[in-house]
């Protein structure tokens, strides 16, 4: 997705997160993007632990992007941590723990976006709760970031982190309810695109020989087995991976406009994604989902990617 063979300028959000990982370094190694940030959240764990977990990542990767660390809570809530990715969010990997949190994520999210106006790309994988700041503080910002790639929130499917919820939406309701209302065009990745497409141990086979095979191996050892005991499946569900595909290759998604609220009041629908489908329903559109992404597409490119074909 090079615009006019240049590499797209780029902020992750992050909560790594074996997902994450993922995505990090698919992005890393595609050399469509530019990295200007990793920014971290809490979310699949303490802001301590995802920004280690993200240090490790980026550490493995070789990687010379910035990381600064983010928001330890919600904008209004506490804390709600996910469980698949085990104790520290990155079950599996040998992550040296009590880094350095510069504690800084969102006033270098306003510094990179202001400092390039209309060009930056965020890719949000984690809960909002660091955009969502940076919109509050700076409220010109969202008409001068580029877009938005977000993976959270589900049109049709179940919630995976309540019924009705999405984990990433789930966690900070109030930061996704600013976020989905801010006037930047957004790219949502829902759970019912993600659902579809699962990377079996035997897919990642694909590695063996490169030095991420081990590294990577042992990760999805314990992602695998976390998530096939909540979510019935025996593979990987890349939620954020799909969602970082986007920069690699857009075509591969079809689109659909749509007006899209976040419930943040509901006892039952906290952090439900209500789209408003009805065929007289007066619609404000308010992001672009993904209602398909070619999944043979993806993996075939996400495997070539992290043999390093690219490099
Ligand atoms: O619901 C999936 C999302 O929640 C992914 O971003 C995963 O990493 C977790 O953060
Ligand atoms: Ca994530």
């Known amino acids: 997705m090079k615009q006019n063979n240049k590499k797209v300028p780029i902020i992750i959000d992050t909560d790594p997160g074996h997902d994450d990982a993922l995505a990090i370094m698919l992005l890393e190694y595609s050399e469509m993007v530019d990295i200007k940030a990793v920014t971290t959240v809490a979310g699949n764990g303490t802001i301590q632990n995802v920004t280690d977990n993200a240090r490790y990542v980026l550490g493995l990767l070789g990687s010379d992007a910035p990381l600064y660390s983010g928001s330890s809570k919600p904008l209004k809530r506490a804390l709600v941590r996910a469980v698949v990715h085990g104790e520290n969010g990155l079950d599996g990997a040998p992550v040296e723990r009590g880094g350095k949190l510069t504690g800084d994520a969102v006033r270098r999210i306003i510094s990179i976006i202001r400092e390039n106006p209309g060009e930056i790309s965020i890719l949000a994988i984690g809960p909002e709760t660091n955009v969502a ?133 509901g006892e039952f629908t906290r952090g439900m994604t209500v789209a408003e489908r009805r065929i007289w329903g007066m619609k404000d559109v308010n992001v672009l989902v993904a209602t398909k992404v070619d999944g043979g597409r993806f993996k075939k490119d996400f495997f070539r990617i992290l043999k390093g074909k690219e490099r």
């Open 133 to 265: 700041q940076a919109f509050l503080l700076d409220p010109e910002l969202p008409r001068l970031v580029k877009r938005m790639v977000i993976m959270g929130g589900s049109i049709a499917a179940p919630g995976n982190e309540s019924r009705v919820a999405e984990f990433n939406i789930f966690v900070d309701p109030e930061a996704a309810e600013i976020v989905f209302n801010a006037p930047v065009e957004k790219v949502l990745v829902p759970l019912d695109v993600c659902n579809d497409i699962i990377l079996t141990k035997s897919d990642f086979n694909a590695l063996k020989g490169t030095p991420l095979y081990e590294p990577v191996s042992k990760m999805m050892e314990k992602y695998i087995s976390g998530i096939s005991m909540n979510e019935k499946v025996k593979g990987a569900l890349v939620y954020d991976p799909l969602a970082a595909y986007y920069f690699v290759d857009p075509n591969a998604y079809i689109l659909e406009p749509m007006d899209v609220r976040i419930e943040t009041k």
